[in-house]
């Protein structure tokens, strides 16, 4: 996808995330000074476990810097955000926030003024064609030139959403068959999206909460995308999978995560953020604290590397003596 239609997809996340800082006073705060995230949170009267987040969003967005443990203003957040200064746009950025749900009516009013009802169901569905979305967009790809499945007829895709990634590795690997595992109503979508498929005569839709119930016996690779961001649940998960792998079996881990080693995985530090918005009381991994989990759990990770420019897939083994 090019970078700037991206851009602009992603824009109402990175305004809505610049508009806390500056509520917050962040940059004001801040000034010429350097502060630790606890520091911050102290002065700005914020959340302190959610404002870390937001700080790493805000460095991966070139407005902060980051080094030792402690955030700084970048030249143009100094110039621009910090009150009181001869350009500060602060205002004018609130200012379209709160004019924000006129435009959220835009759609009813071009459409003959039809009001649209908030429909559960229509939500749900747009969720996971969303996601489809995003796998379509060199995720899937991606992901079937990294892992190799030539020694595993037998793959379970834990929470597969659309099913876009069990279809795209059948596709490669002819003899593979794949039961996608997920939720009842996420897998009246995925029937859509697999059934349009030839590859749907090796696909298996079951109902299963991952978390809680048993995923299959000897497995030979379970897939687990988008589905292992809360520690809590992603712990519950990976012990499932353990349970289910024969030894040898593989895992593979694929989702949109922050990694604080380096400041270019803008995306996962803005979904790290949506997260958060969706659920403020849940521990969201980052790349780092995902690894460790996965290794507590007892597998021996083999490789961790970008997938594209917005995800990361880390693949694992159940040792052999398991």
Same mark, same amino acid.
């Given at each position: 996808m090019e970078k700037s239609i991206f851009d602009l997809v992603i824009a109402p996340w990175k305004t809505a995330i610049l508009n806390t800082a500056i509520r917050l006073k962040v940059f004001t705060v801040l000034s010429d000074r350097q502060m630790s995230a606890e520091t911050i949170a102290a002065q700005t009267d914020?959340?302190?476990? @959610?404002?870390?987040?937001?700080?790493?969003?805000?460095?991966?967005?070139?407005?902060?810097? @980051?080094?030792?443990?402690?955030?700084?203003?970048?030249h143009l957040s100094r110039i621009y955000f910090i009150e009181g200064g001869p350009y500060y746009l602060g205002d004018f950025i609130q200012l379209l926030i709160n004019e924000s749900s006129n435009w959220n009516r835009l759609f009813s009013k071009v459409s003959k003024g039809k009001e649209l009802l908030d429909d559960a169901?229509?939500?749900?569905?747009?969720?996971?064609?969303?996601?489809?979305?995003?796998?379509?967009?060199?995720?899937?790809?991606?992901?079937?030139?990294?892992?190799?499945?030539?020694?595993c007829p037998f793959l379970i895709d834990a929470g597969g959403g659309s099913g876009i990634y069990s279809i795209y590795l059948c596709q490669k690997y002819p003899d593979l068959k794949s039961t996608i595992l997920d939720r009842h109503e996420?897998?009246?979508?995925?029937?859509?999206?697999?059934s349009k498929h030839k590859e749907?005569?090796?696909?298996?839709?079951?109902?299963?909460?991952?978390?809680?119930?048993?995923?299959?016996?000897n497995i030979d690779a379970v897939l687990l995308s988008d589905v292992t961001y809360d520690e809590a649940e992603a712990g519950s998960i990976l012990r499932n999978v353990w349970k289910c792998l024969r030894?040898?079996?593989?895992?593979?881990?694929?989702?949109?995560? @922050?990694?604080?080693?380096?400041?270019?995985?803008?995306?996962?530090?803005?979904?790290?953020?949506?997260?958060?918005?969706?659920?403020?009381?849940?521990?969201?991994?980052t790349l780092p604290t995902l690894q460790a989990l996965i290794e507590k759990t007892g597998f021996t990770i083999t490789k961790v590397s970008p997938l594209t420019e917005r995800s990361f897939i880390i693949m694992a083994a159940k040792p052999a003596n398991s």
């Open positions: 914020a959340n302190g476990a @959610f404002l870390p987040a937001i700080l790493n969003a805000l460095v991966c967005m070139g407005l902060l810097q @980051f080094q030792k443990d402690k955030y700084r203003n970048t169901d229509d939500s749900y569905r747009t969720f996971i064609k969303g996601m489809h979305n995003m796998g379509m967009l060199g995720e899937a790809d991606a992901l079937v030139r990294s892992v190799d499945l030539s020694d996420t897998l009246a979508v995925t029937n859509e999206f697999v749907s005569e090796r696909i298996e839709l079951r109902e299963c909460d991952i978390s809680k119930e048993k995923l299959g016996d030894p040898k079996g593989h895992l593979i881990v694929r989702g949109y995560y @922050f990694d604080p080693q380096t400041s270019s995985s803008l995306f996962g530090a803005l979904f790290t953020v949506n997260q958060l918005v969706i659920d403020s009381n849940r521990k969201i991994l």
